[in-house]
C-alpha cells in the first residue's frame, strides 16, 4: 500500500471496525463514505436498512447528498440481508454465488472510477452467530479484491463476540483484515479486542491509513 493522494492511500483496502451503538456506527460510515466520495469513488453499500437510515442521516448532515448520488448512480445501496442471500447455497456463502452477484456489480461499479464499499453482510452472519461463515465471506471479499483493487470497510457490531467461545473467531476476522479499528467512545470493541490481544487504531477520522 504505497500510493496516497491527499493523504488517503489509493490501494485495495480492507478494514474492520466494531462498534457499540447505532450512533458510533452511523458517524464513522458516514465519515468513511464521505472521505471516499471527495476522492472521486464510486460507492456501495450493503447496510441492514436500520442501520442505512441512520448513516444516511449523518451524511446529509456533512452535506453529501444521498439522493443525488443515488440518482447519478455514485452511490449504490442495497439490503444487507438480501444481498446474503443471493451469495448464499444451503445457507451459507458460497463462493460461485458471490462472484455472479456481488463480483459482478464491483466489476461494474469499478470499471470507470475507483470504487469503495460498506458492508455488513459478515455482520447479519455474526449476528446470527454464524462466525465461520462470516470469516469465510471475509475470505471471498479478499479473493475478489485480489482480481481487482478496492476500497473495503466492514462494520461489525461489538456484541456478537462477547460469548468466550468467539475470542478465536474474532482473531480470525481481524487477521482477514488489513487494518482493524474501534472508536474511542466504543468501549466495548476496545476490551474485546485487547482482551484478545489484537493490535487497533482509534477511529479518528474517515481516512483508512
Known amino acids: 500500500m504505497s500510493s496516497a493522494t491527499g493523504g488517503h492511500d489509493r490501494d485495495a483496502h480492507h478494514v474492520v471496525q466494531f462498534f457499540d451503538t447505532f450512533e458510533s456506527r452511523a458517524v464513522a460510515v458516514a465519515r468513511f463514505l464521505e472521505a471516499r466520495a471527495v476522492l472521486g469513488d464510486h460507492l456501495l453499500v450493503v447496510a441492514k436498512p436500520e442501520h442505512w437510515v441512520n448513516i444516511r442521516r449523518e451524511l446529509d448532515v456533512l452535506g453529501f447528498g444521498t439522493a443525488a448520488a443515488e440518482t447519478d448512480g455514485r452511490l449504490v445501496v442495497r439490503d444487507a440481508h438480501a444481498t446474503l442471500g443471493l451469495v448464499s447455497r444451503y445457507n451459507e456463502p458460497d463462493a460461485e454465488a458471490f462472484e455472479a ?88 470493541g476496545r476490551w474485546l479486542l485487547n482482551t484478545a490481544n489484537v493490535p487497533f487504531r482509534d477511529d479518528a477520522s474517515g481516512m483508512l491509513a
Open 101 to 188: 452477484s456481488v463480483g459482478a456489480l464491483v466489476r461494474t461499479l469499478s470499471t470507470e472510477r475507483p470504487l469503495s464499499i460498506y458492508g455488513e453482510m459478515v455482520d447479519v452472519l455474526a449476528e446470527r452467530g454464524e462466525l465461520a461463515a462470516a470469516v469465510a465471506l471475509e475470505s471471498m471479499w479478499n479473493a475478489l479484491a485480489a482480481r481487482g483493487p478496492f476500497t473495503l470497510m466492514c462494520g461489525y457490531a461489538s456484541a456478537h463476540f462477547v460469548a468466550p467461545a468467539a475470542g478465536v473467531r474474532l482473531r480470525q476476522v481481524c487477521e482477514a483484515h488489513g487494518h482493524v479499528r474501534t472508536g474511542a467512545d466504543d468501549l466495548l
